[in-house]
Structures are given as structure tokens and as C-alpha cells.
């Protein structure tokens, strides 16, 4: 048997409401020819005549009398079905959210994204999830709903994505060190001891061993570790540099100092991954904005305090 033309349904109801097939036709901005074409198909569809002349009108047959509510009905739930989804209601949301991130961020932008979902959204969860790699596939199987981190080659390229802020890297020493005091230069930064962030293969050189490969130089890196916060912990305990992304450390880095490095490394852009399957969704869509607005509000602040520090020294 072959599938109705479920079009149909949408004649059939403008024919039954209007019960005219002049007034159908206008409706519907079709020619009377055209929708008399449309009742003579429904008419063989059905088996059954469903309006009939009478006079110089027409009039329903009991089968089209029987049809016209709940032919209404099955076109109001498809128009329904069809319709784009309504706005979400933060207050009334309940779901749980996974955020996989790279170390840092969570310390850096956590408090304050959970403090905004509280005030807005009590119903919804975040699960932050470790980010050891670049890895797509927990957003293409849906183990984890967005991602923050630098887009890399490896990324998915249907992923979706869009710029938190733009990073720089900085050297982090302990308080008290050699290099926390007075102007660092290229050659004091290189004597120094460094403890060197690295993932994936152990030969990978990041953005920092690059630009200084780039000038034929090379720093005396005397231990690797895989994370942001292993990097710092060295730092805080012993001599060794750590060399990090400042904004997206900051949580990360108290009692240790700071300095801008004496050498041209390029910026990075933090960035928000996921994937297009979850692009309309509107609890995914507002919760997107929610992590794009905090990330910008941390951001001023951070650039505000830097600011005033540099003002007092």
C-alpha cells in the first residue's frame, strides 16, 4: 500500500473549516483549479466524497464530519512539531551539563559561572570533566556537551566554535625568586631552571620552545608534566619557571609571581567547542552564553586588576 500524501491534511482542514473551495483556494493562495484538483484527490484518498453539492453551496458528508476534528488536531501537533523550539526558562530548567576543559579553567571561571547558574538556573548541574587531550569524540558522542580550548588541527572540523578571550603566556616563579624581582631579560630568563608543559608526544614543542627555536635558542627545561596546575605546583616549591597562559591560570596561581616573558610569543585564542547537533538547542544555546559572558566579565576584571597593580607599583 502507498503512503498517503500527508500534505493533504493541511487541505483537508482549510476545505472542512471553510467548507468552500473558492475560500480554501485563497487561503491556501492556490487557484480554484488547483485546490479542485486537491478535494478530488483527498476524494480518492478516502473513498468518500467529503463535500457535496447542495444548492449553490457545499456540504460536509458525515465522513468529513467525523474527519474535521481530528484532522484539526493532527495539523496543530504537526505545526507544533515543526515549529522552532520555544525559548528556554532558565528557572524552570533541570538538566546536568558536562564541560570538559584543560586545567586552569575551572579554578579561573568556575566560581563564578556556578554563581550565576545558581542565581538563574537552580535546576541545572555542571560536570567538569579533565581535558588530557584534543580529542572530539566526547562531543561527537555526546559524553560531554562543550569544550573549552585551543583549536587545534586535530578538531573535529564540523565541531562549532566560537572565541572566549585571547591569552598570553607568562613566567611564574615563587615568591622570593631571582626572577620575581627587577626587569627579566631574555638572557636571565634562560639561565633559569624550567619546568615544561607537554602533551601528546613528548617531542611536541608548545608555542613558547617554538619561538625560541625560531631565534636559535633553547631553554634548560629540567622536568615535563602534563598539566597547568603540576607546572605551578613545581614552581611554588622549587626554582624552576613555569611558563603559562596567564588569564586562563589565574586561579591557579596565588603566592606566585609574575612576569611578562622577554621574548615574542604569539597570543592563543581560548575558544568554546561543540558540536552541531546541539547548535539549536536553546538550554545548550543560553548555557553557551552563559560561559561567553562570564569568561568576558573575568576577563575585564582580570584586565582592571593588572591595571590597578600597575598603578600602585
Request: include cysteine; charge should be positive.
Amino acid at each position: 500500500m502507498s503512503r498517503p500524501d500527508l500534505n493533504l491534511l493541511f487541505t483537508l482542514d482549510v476545505l472542512l473549516a471553510e467548507g468552500s473551495v473558492a475560500r480554501a483556494a485563497r487561503r491556501l493562495r492556490l487557484s480554484p483549479s488547483a485546490m479542485s484538483r486537491a478535494l478530488a484527490r483527498l476524494r480518492e484518498t478516502t473513498g468518500d466524497p467529503l463535500l457535496v453539492r447542495a444548492g449553490r453551496g457545499l456540504v460536509p458528508s458525515p465522513r468529513a464530519i467525523e474527519l474535521r476534528e481530528q484532522v484539526g488536531c493532527l495539523v496543530a501537533e504537526a505545526e507544533a512539531a515543526l515549529r522552532p523550539a520555544a525559548p528556554v526558562d532558565p528557572a524552570r530548567l533541570e538538566r546536568t551539563f558536562t564541560l570538559r576543559s584543560s586545567e586552569g579553567f575551572v579554578d579561573t571561571f568556575g566560581p563564578a559561572l556556578l554563581a550565576r547558574l545558581a542565581a538563574e538556573a537552580p535546576g541545572v548541574r555542571l560536570r567538569f570533566l579533565p581535558k588530557p587531550d584534543k580529542d572530539s569524540t566526547p562531543l561527537r558522542d555526546g559524553s560531554a556537551d562543550l569544550e573549552t580550548g585551543v583549536v587545534g588541527r586535530s578538531a573535529g572540523p564540523e565541531l562549532r566554535t566560537q572565541a572566549l578571550f585571547r591569552d598570553r603566556f607568562v613566567g611564574v616563579v615563587r615568591a622570593g625568586h631571582p626572577l620575581a624581582k627587577g626587569r627579566v631579560t631574555p638572557e636571565r630568563y634562560l639561565a633559569a631552571r624550567h619546568v615544561a608543559i607537554v602533551r601528546g608526544t613528548p617531542d611536541r614543542r608548545g608555542p613558547v620552545d617554538e619561538a625560541l627555536a625560531a631565534a636559535g635558542r633553547v631553554r634548560d627545561v629540567a622536568a615535563t608534566v602534563a598539566g597547568f596546575a603540576s607546572a605551578l605546583s613545581l614552581a611554588r616549591a622549587t626554582d624552576l619557571v613555569a611558563t603559562v597562559p596567564d588569564r586562563h591560570t589565574a586561579g591557579l596561581r596565588s603566592g606566585l609571581s609574575s612576569f611578562a616573558l622577554p621574548l615574542a610569543v604569539p597570543e592563543i585564542t581560548v575558544s568554546l567547542l561543540w558540536h552541531p547537533r546541539l547548535d539549536g538547542d536553546p538550554a545548550h544555546r543560553w548555557l553557551r552564553g552563559c560561559v561567553r559572558e562570564t569568561c568576558a566579565d573575568q576577563s575585564l576584571a582580570m584586565k582592571s586588576s593588572a591595571r590597578s597593580e600597575g598603578t600602585k607599583k
